[in-house]
């Protein structure tokens, strides 16, 4: 029989990209389906386990990718709802403005983006708004041009990053909170109500099956 199911939008993935963009077209009224390879990522004690996270990567996918010489490698993904950002340090740093020019890189050329930076600053503060990002700029003597300062204070600093920042007559390089999301939980959950109880979208699993 077939489906008669139609959506405004079709989303593969949904991970950071995925899922804002999804959480933006259902919050604007579109119907849209999201596809994921990947189920949820259990729930279990060594979601908190550094060593487990990133040294073995417990929750890496175990798939091979190839380089342009069919060299085999591992991609470093995740596929589960949410995508990497279950298993990410939790810091949303902006593009910088050479970012987006040609880059000379050990390995080659990354090459010149059309759209600069000026074009998607309006959508960094979106962005962080979204994501109750908790910083300031201008801290980060990096940091690219900003239209909005960040509305949550920074988190404190870890008791011996604490120490370096205030030594007397300071250091060269002093010590900056980066951007991070909070309640970061918060959000994946209040995704989720989209995702399930809005009725707007709606997600498909495509399992991998070996």
Do not use: C
């Amino acid at each position: 029989m077939a489906d008669t199911r139609h959506y405004d939008v079709i989303i593969i993935g949904s991970g950071a990209g995925g899922g804002t963009l999804g959480f933006k077209l259902a919050e604007a009224g579109k119907k849209v389906l999201m596809l994921e390879r990947g189920n949820f990522l259990p729930r279990e004690k060594e979601n908190w386990d550094p060593e487990e996270v990133f040294v073995k990567e417990r929750y890496t996918t175990k798939d091979a990718w190839h380089d342009k010489d069919g060299k085999p490698f591992q991609p470093g993904v995740h596929y589960f709802v949410g995508g990497a950002t279950k298993v990410y340090g939790a810091a949303l740093f902006r593009f910088r403005e050479r970012d987006f020019e040609q880059v000379q890189h050990h390995d080659g050329i990354s090459p010149e983006w059309p759209l600069k930076y000026d074009t998607f600053e309006p959508y960094y503060s979106q962005a962080e708004h979204l994501y109750h990002v908790h910083g300031h700029h201008g801290e980060d003597p990096t940091d690219p041009p900003f239209s909005q300062q960040l509305e949550y204070p920074p988190v404190t600093h870890a008791p011996r990053i604490q120490q370096l920042h205030d030594l007397p007559g300071g250091l060269t390089e002093v010590p900056f909170v980066p951007p991070i999301p909070l309640p970061v939980m918060a959000l994946i959950m209040s995704l989720i109500v989209v995702l399930f109880g809005g009725g707007r979208l709606s997600i498909d699993w495509m399992m991998s099956r070996r």
